[in-house]
């Protein structure tokens, strides 16, 4: 895949958003300890990627962004960012299959590409957990029962509805990134477009 200058160029610009959304936003959240921060940060950072794919419609570009954010990511200050950074890049590659397999830029491909790219903040640690951090499978399932009874607000041992609804949210969440992705990225598009052919317009005049 070849790329224009002006397409590589928009790839850093959005790729740079995502980053530093992850270096500042992700800072403040994860110092609050707030609640579900890292699907805030998955579905705000998959939205930047799908507007600069809808800039970009080539195949490998929702990638690249990624990879961008990922790098900048190093820059976070404190904690451990191994976990983070792996789950920039899976992010963005869950998006890419997505909308690599489906062809041409359209609103429910990137709902789908949300709803999985976020939806995976919540299997990682089932990858990275044992394989980064030395954690049993057993121990990360019992970290996801916990979270999902006292996001239900209800006993671990209703295991399956809290799971379900975690999965639920998480899906429902990415989705929503998904769509606002296509709306916002059209309306920039547009709005671009009449500014362009504005310039044009006056330099014809000049």
């Given at each position: 895949?070849?790329?224009?200058?002006?397409?590589?160029?928009?790839?850093?610009?959005?790729?740079?958003?995502?980053?530093i959304?992850?270096?500042?936003?992700?800072?403040?959240?994860?110092?609050?300890?707030?609640?579900?921060?890292g699907?805030?940060?998955?579905?705000?950072?998959?939205?930047?990627?799908?507007?600069?794919?809808?800039?970009?419609?080539?195949?490998?570009?929702?990638?690249?962004?990624?990879?961008?954010?990922?790098?900048?990511?190093?820059?976070?200050?404190?904690?451990?960012?191994?976990?983070?950074?792996?789950?920039?890049?899976?992010?963005?590659?869950?998006?890419?299959?997505?909308?690599?397999l489906?062809?041409?830029?359209?609103?429910?491909?990137?709902?789908?590409?949300?709803?999985?790219?976020?939806?995976?903040?919540?299997?990682?640690?089932?990858?990275?957990?044992?394989?980064?951090?030395?954690?049993s499978?057993?121990?990360?399932?019992?970290?996801?029962?916990?979270?999902?009874?006292?996001?239900?607000?209800?006993?671990?041992?209703?295991?399956?509805?809290?799971?379900?609804?975690?999965?639920?949210?998480?899906?429902?969440?990415?989705?929503?990134?998904?769509?606002?992705?296509?709306?916002?990225?059209?309306?920039?598009?547009?709005?671009?477009?009449?500014?362009?052919?504005?310039?044009?317009?006056?330099?014809?005049?000049?």
């Open positions: 895949m070849k790329l224009s200058t002006r397409e590589l160029v928009t790839i850093a610009v959005f790729g740079t958003l995502w980053g959304v992850e270096i500042s936003l992700g800072t403040v959240l994860k110092s609050l300890n707030v609640p579900l921060s699907v805030i940060l998955a579905a705000i950072g998959l939205t930047v990627a799908l507007v600069g794919r809808l800039f970009v419609p080539r195949r490998g570009a929702t990638l690249f962004i990624g990879i961008i954010a990922m790098i900048l990511k190093l820059f976070s200050l404190g904690g451990v960012i191994i976990g983070p950074m792996v789950g920039i890049f899976t992010e963005a590659l869950v998006a890419e299959l997505v909308l690599s489906g062809g041409r830029p359209r609103r429910w491909l990137f709902v789908i590409a949300g709803a999985f790219g976020v939806l995976w903040t919540l299997l990682q640690p089932f990858v990275t957990g044992p394989l980064l951090f030395g954690r499978l057993f121990v990360v399932w019992l970290d996801l029962v916990d979270m999902g009874s006292r996001f239900l607000g209800v006993s671990s041992s209703v295991v399956l509805w809290g799971v379900l609804a975690l999965v639920a949210v998480y899906l429902l969440i990415g989705g929503l990134a998904g769509w606002l992705s296509w709306d916002v990225g059209r309306h920039l598009q547009a709005r671009l477009g009449k500014s362009s052919n504005s310039g044009l317009k006056r330099g014809l005049n000049v």
